[in-house]
């Protein structure tokens, strides 16, 4: 496995910070570099960039919910520590997918897996997750999915 120029990215930028003594973003960076090695470590492997996608795709739906949860619970400070960490996120995520992009993308794997039911969703689901990961909220997606098949 190839090593992850997302990760080397992260790291180059961790020291910028640390140099520049930006000690918000660098914690954020820190969180970020701290969950991708862990997931090295669970794995036993170095992860490629799909993987290190994955590690920050899952960190910026966490918060996404937490800053959601910590609004409603009157918490502004704490949302706003959130939406700064999700913003550090997003730099090193792809570009989102339009409602239009993803909608495309869920016919065309519609149509290659021969779906017609709702029983072949996960075909469909495993042909779409390698093409939207990081791009799209796996929910919206699957969401988008189960109504093109009827469910």
Do not use: C, N, W
Request: proline content about 2%.
């Amino acid at each position: 496995m190839s090593a992850s120029a997302v990760r080397a990215r992260i790291e180059h930028d961790m020291k910028a910070a640390l140099k520049g003594g930006d000690k918000r973003r660098l914690g954020a960076l820190r969180l970020m570099l701290a969950a991708i090695q862990q997931r090295e470590i669970d794995a036993r492997t170095r992860l490629d960039d799909a993987g290190v996608m994955a590690v920050l795709d899952k960190m910026a739906k966490q918060r996404r919910d937490a800053e959601a949860q910590y609004r409603e619970a009157g918490r502004e400070d704490l949302a706003e520590q959130e939406r700064f960490e999700l913003a550090v996120i997003a730099d090193y995520l792809p570009e989102p997918l339009s409602g239009e992009a993803l909608d495309r993308l869920v016919e065309a794997a519609v149509a290659e897996a021969g779906a017609a039911s709702m029983r072949d969703m996960g075909r469909v689901m495993a042909l779409l997750r390698p093409q939207v990961q990081g791009r799209a909220d796996m929910g919206e997606v699957s969401a988008r999915v189960k109504a093109r098949l009827g469910g």
